[in-house]
């Protein structure tokens, strides 16, 4: 490298080894210093590739405290290279206000292209993807995820998030609820690892596919849901009316767009705004 006092943001493999630029390796073993989130866990990638360059973690917990540190190596003529646990660094990981320090500090900040999660979804999910909207991790808390999706119903654009093993199954479950249980989505599961799974099916297919095997449930997924259509944004369909008619009669307002949402694949809250209209 012939310049110096930058900051490069490199983006590592998200489970193949092999998916490691020949630029971001270059990088790595070249600057003067490596922040990570996890360094243990970024020391093992290191060392596969023979690269001995120093560590210093910047997690959520002391990113605040090591900026100021870390600013002042750069403007003093040193490099350092910021990657996180896998993937391309900040999309949902900590290093924000490092970086925004730095872009006030008008100290150059260079990416260095790769594995990305969220676009290796996209790209195989078969849903529009010109425009689309990053959610990132729900609420862990059920009343919370709840009101996050409530948020999104209308959204006319494709819907992507990650969710974690423990939580895939509420998630989807909620979605099913809030989304209505016909919306297609799918489920990008280890992507590029041994057990990558790719599955797309409406709320309740995944549901069914989740729970058939527990093994099904493991691993990081991305969700990448199909966005509401425009037309059910806007008014009912005469058959969706005539079916939330005719459960309205016999059932509660809430149960009976529960109900015809699940039956015409329609948003729940878009049928219960139509019955309060």
Do not use: C
């Not at 878009?270 to 309060?276: A, P």
């Amino acid at each position: 490298m012939i310049n110096t006092g930058i900051i490069y943001v490199v983006a590592t493999p998200i489970g193949n080894l092999q998916d490691l630029t020949p630029r971001a390796r270059t990088i790595l073993d070249q600057v003067d210093l490596i922040v990570a989130e996890d360094t243990r866990h970024s020391r093992h990638l290191l060392n596969h590739f023979g690269i001995r360059t120093s560590l210093h973690s910047l997690h959520e917990h002391n990113e605040r405290q090591v900026t100021e540190k870390l600013l002042i190596r750069v403007k003093n003529g040193e490099n350092i290279a910021v990657i996180s646990d896998a993937g391309t660094p900040l999309i949902s990981d900590p290093g924000y206000y490092f970086l925004q320090q730095a872009h006030v500090e008008n100290i150059t900040v260079v990416p260095i292209p790769g594995a990305s999660a969220i676009i290796s979804a996209l790209s195989v999910s078969g849903f529009p993807a010109n425009s689309f909207l990053f959610e990132g991790f729900l609420p862990a808390k059920t009343t919370a995820r709840k009101h996050s999706l409530e948020n999104l119903v209308d959204e006319s654009r494709t819907l992507v998030f990650y969710e974690a093993p423990h939580r895939i199954i509420d998630s989807i479950t909620d979605m099913a609820d809030i989304f209505g249980e016909q919306r297609q989505a799918v489920l990008a599961k280890e992507l590029t690892k041994q057990f990558e799974t790719i599955y797309r099916d409406n709320f309740i297919g995944l549901l069914n596919w989740l729970q058939a095997k527990v093994e099904r449930q493991k691993g990081e997924f991305v969700i990448v849901v199909a966005g509401a259509s425009p037309i059910n944004n806007k008014i009912l369909t005469p058959e969706t009316e005539r079916v939330f008619n005719i459960l309205r009669q016999e059932l509660p307002l809430k149960k009976a767009a529960k109900l015809t949402s699940e039956i015409t694949g329609v948003s729940k809250n878009v049928i219960y705004n139509f019955g309060i209209s």
